[in-house]
């Protein structure tokens, strides 16, 4: 008769999994923050003309892109 033996090393609450978790929020504040920074720099690639066919005015070119990456404010 076969037997299979499951073993699964957990790491969730020793250092290694906060350790691990620590460099996934790293990594994921680290890509938002990119996402925002390219979107500041493309919609400031814009003429006013284009940001005015977009509803928008250039002073609100980095809360517009705070709010698409991060979410808006409540």
């Not at 609450?13 to 929020?25: H, Q």
């Not at 990594?27 to 003429?47: D, H, K, M, W």
């Not at 005015?52 to 698409?68: F, K, N, P, Q």
């Amino acid at each position: 008769m076969a037997r299979s033996i499951v073993t699964q090393y957990g790491t969730a609450g020793t250092a290694w999994g906060e350790l691990r978790n620590t460099v996934r929020a790293a990594a994921q504040r680290a890509a938002a923050f990119i996402a925002y920074r390219r979107t500041v720099r493309e919609l400031s690639e814009l003429s006013n003309r284009d940001l005015a066919d977009l509803g928008l005015h250039r002073s609100e070119i980095r809360r517009v892109a705070r709010d698409s990456v991060y979410g808006a404010r409540r």
